[in-house]
């Protein structure tokens, strides 16, 4: 029997048996969910299955994933855990990978909340990075990939235990470990914002706030290796230890400390650059301690997402005046106005990751009082646990085979 490439994808075991996946006739049924539910075709649900993942077991019929279904900041109320979800088939030039963690990030109820784009209604899909195996791909896509590969990726559905990635977007990475998730968004956010933006050199000043989070470790380290002095903002003891262990100069805890007055008194010139992600007053304060030429860039203002316009209030009728007479600069960064430098950032930083130049700290959740992020189930409490400023290092949630949590 011959098949076209529009036809049909193509499946490998691991033992190296090729399983086709082809067009039923038209008089087989659609495949039906745990407790008798018929899912709604996400792809052409046409096509039979008949073949194996690479782990020698069927590919589950139905999955679970969470889904937006409506607009909210409350992330618990505008999220829910779908369970009969049909698994779906990857076509021409596409992978299905089985997700095995994902990524935690402040700008998930950003997301949740319509922000990004408001011309999408809910339900729509949830969750920015993921990372895991190959397990089908589209006939196209086997030019550059095989099943088992592992791969990373950033799109939106990866908050689910299967999402559909173009082979074009898909990320190679060694192995299928979650320091390496840790670069996706949070490494190149700083690398590239940094790079372009930061304008950094050998005797700068650079202050990093939220510095023990996923992205500030990342600033925090970046910027020691192009030979700056590094200040670090941070909200325990814990995570001064942290920072200092990653090579910040001044970890300055601001439960304990005045931010303002440390910086005045340790640092009356002012700092170049500042890598600001909470805003709000945090802002402010980071303005007021720009030197001459100082350069402000904003990579988000965590502060101000849960609020119903995500802003805080801020004295920006003074911000002219005050950059002015630095000369200072303030840049926004949004991470996708800049995908053409995307590929060699990660390129870079799965180097350095690989070589330990590059401490990549995951956070699983393991002190929280619901224990290890485990399942889709703890994205919830994921999102709590960061927005109660408890993380150090990147958030992940691990996907493993079965799990009995419960929200």
Known sequence: MRLSARSCVWLKSVGGRRCWLQRAPPASPVPSCPGGARPRP????????????????????????????????????AVALRHDVPVPLPGDGELLVRNRFVGINASDINYSA?????????????????????????LTASARYTVGQ?????????????????????????????????????GTTAFISLKELGELCEGKTVLVTAAAGGTGQFAVQLSKKAKCHVIGTCSSDEKSGFL??????????????NVADVLKKDYPQGVDVVYESVGGKMFDLAVNCLAVKGRLIVIGFISGYQTRTGLQPG??????????????????FFLNHYFSEYQMAMKHLLEMCEN???????????MSPEGKFTGLESVFHAIDYMYMGKNTGKIVVELPHSVNSKL
């Open 315 to 332: 004295y920006v009728e003074m911000l002219p005046a005050k950059l002015l007479r630095k000369s200072a600069s303030i840049h926004g």
């Open 114 to 138: 319509g922000r990004y784009d408001t011309t999408v209604k809910p339900p729509f899909d949830i969750g920015f990075e993921g990372i895991g195996e190959v397990v089908a791909l589209g």
């Open 150 to 186: 592992a791969v990373a990726y950033v799109r939106p559905g990866a908050f689910a235990e299967y999402t559909i990635v173009p082979s074009k977007e898909a990320i190679p990475v060694p192995s299928v470990k979650p320091e390496f998730l840790t670069l996706l968004v949070s």
């Open 356 to 366: 330990r130049e590059l401490v990549c700290e995951v956070d699983f959740g393991d």
């Open 244 to 257: 200092k262990s990653i090579g910040c100069d001044r970890p300055i805890n601001y439960k304990t400390e």
């Open 42 to 77: 996400i792809v052409d649900m046409s096509y039979s299955r008949h073949f194996l993942d690479f782990q020698g077991s069927s590919i589950p019929t139905c999955m679970k994933k969470l889904v937006v279904t409506q607009l909210s900041t409350n992330f618990r109320e």
